[in-house]
């Protein structure tokens, strides 16, 4: 496992640092779990990642949809929120399984929510601590 440590001062740079994440991926097919308590910058991180994608729509949190879908060229992006589940039943690690079983960008907030024993790995987890008011520490690890 990898770990890179980044930290940023502002949510514009936390945008940039999931932005120079994204684009350093050469197979953007890939699971990323985002974690981190509420108002860490889990959101301001995927829209990083999706400006650095070209996408022009400012997503916002999926908490209420569960997911939100995204085609951008040949690539698929699924935007998950599970903030809202209470639990992980049978079903719904069905469902998650076979979202992260596809052939697309995958993108979990509150990917630390359960224990995903059960599901398919993410190659990204990416943790965002509050240091400070506009302070954060963004932990990159790669499976």
Known sequence: MTVQIKISSS???TKQIAEEFIQSLKDRNVNI??????GAGKTE???GLFRGLGINKNPT???YDLVLSYQIDNLLVNHMDLYRLEFLNYEDAIWINQILGQESLNIIEWGNKFDFENLIKPEFII????LGENERKIKISHN
């Open 33 to 38: 779990f985002l974690s981190g308590e509420l």
């Open 45 to 47: 991180f995927v829209k």
């Open 61 to 63: 949190s999926p908490t």
């Open 11 to 13: 949510k514009d740079e």
């Open 127 to 130: 943790n965002i601590s509050i």
